[in-house]
């Protein structure tokens, strides 16, 4: 496995037929809690509602159904200690929703020990809601002895009064090892403000910089400590003991800080919650800031190494990898995701950034299309939205009738009103009653355009009908023209087809746009630090 690639579809099914065995050097999912709510949102349309699709890919994952009992009598066939975890879990949580949850865990979870390398790491992040449910599956499938850390996550952020309970403020990351022995860790440090007046007084100075210095530890081995005393980092005492120097550096906004031993407790990184400007906030109500991800990634893996997470849902982890130069791996069940992770990463990386991944799973040719019509008519219009950059909208009652997506743009630059596209998606047989109706929803919408997206060619008197709409005419520049009404089939998109209208103002086509990616700036950089 070289290079990145996207997977859409059922993650267990994916890690069974393309994953191979011991390739995954770092494992990271966040999977749907099994909380209050019935899925994992991955946005939220104006009202608080979810996605169609999502709604229809989570609505029974979380129920004891035939599917979950298949899950279970999959670990009970596996056999060993997960399948007598499960067992225990099945006489004291009977056919509950949490039964549910681990039962369709469970298989998932062993998939992703076999493709981790003996050197490993895996990191589960969960909330309190199952976290003791699933530390003791993941002791039964990975080891009690390969368990790493329980790392809580801190933050501060929005809450629900409750007379009753104290206010939640973490999330848990289970670490485990494929092999606690053999697992590879970096320095597990972060950057830790200097005051000023501590600069001189309590750290010594060579010519390479500041720098203060501790003892090592039992897991320094003798090539760690050569390879440090090759880059300058270690200090030998009279008594030839050898001492570990750290270098004071500068974080990006200059200030003067010194690398510090990581604990299990991070609370120097914010939820994006709480920082409603973040300017990595993408509105996303699940969405995990890129600092959490970048310490993992970080302290688990090297350049060129490979992770792999399998719920990818708004794509942080493969953002994160791919801008730290390790290749790596998401898989989400929903096509919302899927077209969410391929936006960000071309908003965050370039156009170019389309030439260094692959997606499968997705419909490539008309035949692909039609049978993801006949599957899931749902996950289809999801699918067929983003081919145009556009996301489904939740069906309300009422306005959102006869409306599956919405696009914007400006008409002469980004400071002239927003105009909106309304897009409807047919995945069966059609005819001139849904360009009529479309045209209704254009005119009640005041909509600048409506385009109309179907599996099967249009009828040619839903041509004329489309003819008859007239030409949207763009208030400051009079002359030009778009066909109002528009109708672009899967076949016209798959050959590269798009959508007629000011493509060079484009507002918000499908969700906020990512941030540009930065250069990282080296964190081991000796700093002759004189003030």
Same mark, same amino acid.
């Given at each position: 496995?070289?290079?990145?690639?996207?997977?859409?579809?059922?993650?267990?099914?994916?890690?069974?037929?393309?994953?191979?065995?011991?390739?995954?050097?770092?494992?990271?999912?966040?999977?749907?809690?099994?909380?209050?709510?019935?899925?994992?949102?991955?946005?939220?349309?104006?009202?608080?509602?979810? #996605?169609?699709?999502?709604?229809?890919?989570?609505?029974?994952?979380?129920?004891?159904?035939?599917?979950?009992?298949?899950?279970?009598?999959?670990?009970?066939?596996?056999?060993?200690?997960?399948?007598?975890?499960?067992?225990?879990?099945?006489?004291?949580?009977?056919?509950?929703?949490? /039964?549910?949850?681990?039962?369709?865990?469970?298989?998932?979870?062993?998939?992703?020990?076999?493709?981790?390398?003996?050197?490993?790491?895996?990191?589960?992040?969960?909330?309190?809601?199952?976290?003791?449910?699933?530390?003791?599956?993941?002791?039964?499938?990975?080891?009690?002895?390969?368990?790493?850390?329980?790392?809580?996550?801190?933050?501060?952020?929005?809450?629900?009064?409750?007379?009753?309970?104290?206010?939640?403020?973490?999330?848990?990351?289970?670490?485990?090892?494929?092999?606690?022995?053999?697992?590879?860790?970096?320095?597990?440090?972060?950057?830790?403000?200097?005051?000023?007046?501590?600069?001189?007084?309590?750290?010594?100075?060579?010519?390479?910089?500041?720098?203060?210095?501790?003892?090592?530890?039992?897991?320094?081995?003798?090539?760690?400590?050569?390879?440090?005393?090759?880059?300058?980092?270690?200090?030998?005492?009279?008594?030839?003991?050898?001492?570990?120097?750290?270098?004071?550096?500068?974080?990006?906004?200059?200030?003067?800080?010194?690398?510090?031993?990581?604990?299990?407790?991070?609370?120097?990184?914010?939820?994006?919650?709480?920082?409603?400007?973040?300017?990595?906030?993408?509105?996303?109500?699940?969405?995990?800031?890129?600092?959490?991800?970048?310490?993992?990634?970080? =302290?688990?893996?090297?350049?060129?190494?490979? *992770?792999?997470?399998?719920?990818?849902?708004?794509?942080?982890?493969?953002?994160?990898?791919?801008?730290?130069?390790?290749?790596?791996?998401?898989?989400?069940?929903?096509?919302?995701?899927?077209?969410?992770?391929?936006?960000?990463?071309?908003?965050?990386?370039?156009?170019?950034?389309?030439?260094?991944?692959?997606?499968?799973?997705?419909?490539?040719?008309?035949?692909?299309?039609?049978?993801? =019509?006949?599957?899931?008519?749902?996950?289809?219009?999801?699918?067929?939205?983003?081919?145009?950059?556009?996301?489904?909208?939740?069906?309300?009652?009422?306005?959102?009738?006869?409306?599956?997506?919405?696009?914007?743009?400006?008409?002469? #630059?980004?400071?002239?009103?927003?105009?909106?596209?309304?897009?409807?998606?047919?995945?069966?047989?059609?005819? *001139?009653?849904? *360009?009529?109706?479309?045209?209704? *929803?254009?005119?009640?919408?005041?909509?600048?355009?409506?385009?109309?997206?179907?599996?099967?060619?249009?009828?040619?008197? /839903?041509?004329?009908?489309?003819?008859?709409?007239?030409?949207?005419?763009?208030?400051?520049?009079?002359?030009?023209?778009?066909?109002?009404?528009?109708?672009?089939?899967?076949?016209?998109?798959?050959?590269?087809?798009?959508?007629?209208?000011?493509?060079?103002?484009?507002? #918000?086509?499908?969700?906020?746009?990512?941030?540009?990616?930065?250069?990282?700036?080296?964190?081991?950089?000796? /700093?002759?630090?004189?003030?």
């Amino acid at each position: 496995m070289e290079g990145n690639t996207l997977y859409y579809g059922d993650n267990l099914d994916i890690l069974r037929r393309y994953i191979p065995d011991e390739s995954v050097d770092l494992i990271y999912l966040d999977p749907p809690f099994n909380s209050q709510q019935a899925y994992n949102v991955i946005f939220e349309e104006d009202n608080g509602t979810g #996605s169609a699709s999502q709604i229809e890919a989570f609505d029974d994952t979380w129920h004891w159904t035939t599917e979950a009992m298949d899950a279970y009598e999959q670990v009970l066939d596996h056999g060993g200690q997960p399948a007598e975890t499960m067992r225990a879990f099945r006489a004291m949580l009977d056919d509950t929703d949490m /039964m549910a949850y681990l039962a369709m865990m469970a298989p998932r979870l062993i998939e992703l020990r076999r493709v981790l390398k003996e050197t490993g790491s895996i990191y589960l992040h969960c909330d309190p809601t199952a976290s003791h449910y699933l530390k003791v599956l993941m002791d039964g499938i990975f080891d009690g002895r390969n368990f790493l850390n329980e790392i809580i996550w801190r933050y501060e952020g929005p809450q629900s009064p409750s007379p009753t309970r104290f206010a939640t403020k973490h999330d848990v990351c289970l670490r485990y090892a494929r092999d606690a022995r053999e697992v590879y860790a970096g320095e597990l440090y972060h950057l830790e403000p200097v005051a000023a007046e501590d600069l001189r007084r309590r750290y010594r100075k060579d010519e390479d910089g500041r720098y203060f210095y501790t003892t090592p530890k039992g897991d320094y081995t003798d090539e760690s400590i050569q390879r440090l005393e090759q880059e300058g980092r270690v200090l030998r005492t009279r008594t030839g003991k050898v001492r570990i120097k750290y270098f004071l550096t500068r974080d990006e906004a200059g200030n003067v800080v010194r690398r510090k031993k990581l604990a299990d407790v991070w609370d120097d990184i914010p939820s994006l919650g709480l920082a409603a400007q973040a300017e990595e906030k993408l509105g996303y109500p699940t969405q995990k800031p890129e600092a959490l991800l970048e310490r993992i990634i970080e =302290a688990s893996s090297n350049e060129g190494d490979l *992770v792999l997470d399998p719920f990818c849902g708004c794509g942080t982890t493969i953002a994160v990898a791919h801008r730290l130069k390790r290749r790596w791996i998401g898989i989400d069940i929903t096509h919302i995701a899927v077209n969410l992770m391929k936006t960000r990463l071309r908003d965050t990386f370039g156009e170019e950034v389309e030439s260094e991944y692959e997606v499968i799973g997705e419909p490539t040719d008309l035949a692909g299309a039609r049978q993801l =019509a006949g599957e899931d008519r749902l996950q289809f219009e999801s699918w067929a939205l983003g081919l145009v950059g556009a996301r489904q909208t939740q069906k309300k009652p009422g306005a959102d009738r006869g409306i599956d997506g919405r696009l914007y743009f400006h008409d002469a #630059s980004v400071d002239s009103p927003t105009r909106q596209i309304i897009l409807s998606v047919k995945s069966g047989g059609v005819g *001139v009653s849904f *360009v009529r109706d479309l045209r209704g *929803v254009v005119d009640r919408e005041e909509a600048a355009l409506g385009v109309l997206i179907t599996l099967e060619p249009p009828t040619k008197p /839903m041509v004329k009908e489309a003819a008859s709409g007239g030409f949207y005419h763009p208030p400051h520049d009079p002359d030009k023209k778009y066909p109002k009404i528009q109708i672009l089939t899967i076949e016209d998109l798959l050959e590269g087809a798009k959508i007629d209208c000011p493509y060079a103002y484009r507002a #918000s086509a499908t969700f906020k746009r990512a941030p540009r990616a930065k250069r990282a700036k080296a964190k081991n950089q000796k /700093m002759n630090l004189d003030e």
